[in-house]
């Protein structure tokens, strides 16, 4: 299986500022073929199933605001909130598309300052 | 808009079958999509459990393999889990979802599943 190791468990940042989510897989998730990075980013706020955020490591899902960012390539990857906002406050997880079984990431807890 | 909608006992007792159906609806389940299902243990993270497609075809994640059947009834567009001698480990949220892009980008609002006598 790919083991993805979010970095870090928790992060706390003031409203306006910049939060970094890494993300780091135990192989490449780099498809060859067609140059995609099989990696998504999904947002998960208390008592709701997770939001699609991400997809192919850096593509914004529609109606995503774009604030948020998604890069890297190969095994390490990176979620920008470029402005925290109040409602950003919400787990974050990875997961590699790339080889079943779809592994997740630990979970990255953002809160504000 | 495609929407998922779980259904099932909330309530199972060790050893016995948990079984669970995932309503789609907004769109056919017999799409160039896989459909996945995702449990989430109370207070962690996500485990992707397995994927289905409308022909039949499946997979499993290999920890839960030897447990674990998925099915899909295209005639009444719902897909379906079931998962056998289930422990109190087995209590989580679980989620269906719909893949698209390589990626989960619909979800239902799960239901949880506590195992216990």
């Known amino acids: 299986d790919i083991v993805m190791t979010q970095s870090p468990d928790s992060l706390t940042v003031s409203l306006g500022e910049r939060a970094t989510v890494n993300c780091k897989s135990s192989?490449?998730?780099?498809?060859?073929?067609?140059?995609?990075?099989?990696l998504a980013w999904y947002q998960q706020k208390p008592g709701q199933p997770p939001k699609l955020l991400i997809y192919w490591a850096s593509t914004r899902e529609s109606g995503v605001p774009d604030r948020f960012s998604g890069s890297g390539s190969g095994t390490d990857f990176t979620l920008t909130i470029s402005s925290l906002q109040a409602e950003d406050v919400a787990v974050y997880y990875c997961q590699q598309y790339y080889s079943s079984p779809y592994t997740f990431g630990q979970g990255t807890k953002l809160e504000i300052k | 808009q495609v929407q998922l909608q779980e259904s099932g006992p909330g309530l199972v007792k060790p050893s016995e079958t948990l079984s669970l159906t995932c309503a789609v609806s907004g769109g056919s389940i017999s799409t160039t999509n896989w459909w996945s299902w995702v449990r989430q243990p109370p207070g962690r993270g996500l485990e992707w459990i397995g994927e289905?497609?409308?022909?039949?075809?499946?997979n499993y994640n290999p920890s839960l393999k030897s447990r674990l059947i998925m099915s899909v009834d295209t005639s009444k567009n719902q897909f379906s889990l079931k998962l056998s001698s289930v422990t109190a480990a087995d209590t989580a949220l679980y989620y269906c979802?719909?893949?698209?892009?390589?990626?989960?980008?619909?979800w239902g609002q799960g239901i949880l599943v506590t195992v216990s006598s």
């Open positions: 979802a719909r893949e698209a892009n390589s990626s989960l980008a619909y």
């Open positions: 192989q490449s998730v780099l498809y060859s073929s067609n140059n995609k990075n099989y």
């Open positions: 289905i497609y409308h022909s039949g075809n499946t």
